[in-house]
């Protein structure tokens, strides 16, 4: 079955440590987002890409990194310099080659961060 | 740029009664309109979308959706909603042209009562 892979679902990590998660996608789709959920604040987009080896910052990038070396791929690393990661991330994907497309969900992550 | 805003963050409402979810957006150019919602701890479904066309979309479970230019609103609606429809409705916005970046509101919490 196509769709987006998020893994693990539940991560848990010391304070100061880095941490990497995983977002896979078997549709073939070129556009890739990363958004962290927080409740009472909806979806705040952290980073977007359209096309491999290229990717954008979204509004709450700072503390965040991506790469986009595969199309299939795009993986989050919560560095330590973000303050407060503790949070449900949900990673999604577009056709964007056929126009205003809707997006498709992973099945989130919720970073601890202790 | 665009913005989407949903003002209710909570609407509780008796089971078989029917509801209204409201969303307004602003741009500065064309934008297309979606409709998702969340079950917790999952990712995001999507219920309708606007593209073009009727202004009247229907969607899966019983929704609907209308689209007002003139007052850039793009309200969800039920007639008569279930227990099932217990969760939380995200109204997103997707702008035309260049790097297409998928803009949601804050959420409502729909909570059916029985």
């Known amino acids: 079955d196509g769709g987006i892979t998020q893994s693990p679902k539940y991560l848990f990590r010391k304070e100061g440590q880095n941490v990497t998660l995983s977002c896979e996608q078997n549709?073939?789709?070129?556009?890739m987002y990363w958004y962290r959920q927080d409740p009472g604040q909806g979806l705040r987009l952290i980073y977007y890409s359209q096309i491999v080896n290229d990717f954008q910052k979204g509004d709450i990038a700072e503390g965040y990194s991506v790469s986009r070396e595969k199309k299939e791929s795009f993986p989050l690393t919560v560095t330590s310099a973000q303050k407060n990661p503790t949070a449900f991330y949900l990673c999604?994907?577009?056709?964007?080659?056929?126009?205003?497309?809707?997006?498709?969900f992973g099945q989130g992550t919720r970073l601890t961060v202790v | 740029a665009q913005s989407v805003t949903q003002l209710d963050s909570q609407v509780p409402v008796f089971e078989e009664a029917p509801v209204e979810l409201r969303c307004n957006y602003s741009s500065s150019v064309s934008v297309y309109l979606f409709w998702y919602v969340q079950y917790p701890n999952q990712g995001l479904q999507l219920l309708l979308k606007?593209?073009?066309?009727?202004?009247l979309v229907k969607g899966i479970n019983g929704f609907e959706a209308e689209f007002n230019k003139s007052q850039t609103s793009f309200h969800l609606r039920k007639p008569s909603v279930h227990i099932s429809d217990t969760a939380e409705y995200f109204c997103?916005?997707?702008?035309?042209?260049?790097?297409?970046?998928?803009?949601f509101g804050t959420g409502t919490k729909l909570q059916v009562i029985p």
């Open positions: 606007y593209l073009s066309g009727s202004t």
């Open positions: 549709l073939n789709h070129d556009a």
């Open positions: 997103a916005a997707i702008n035309s042209g260049g790097y297409q970046k998928v803009t």
């Open positions: 999604a994907s577009r056709d964007d080659r056929r126009g205003p497309t809707e997006a498709f």
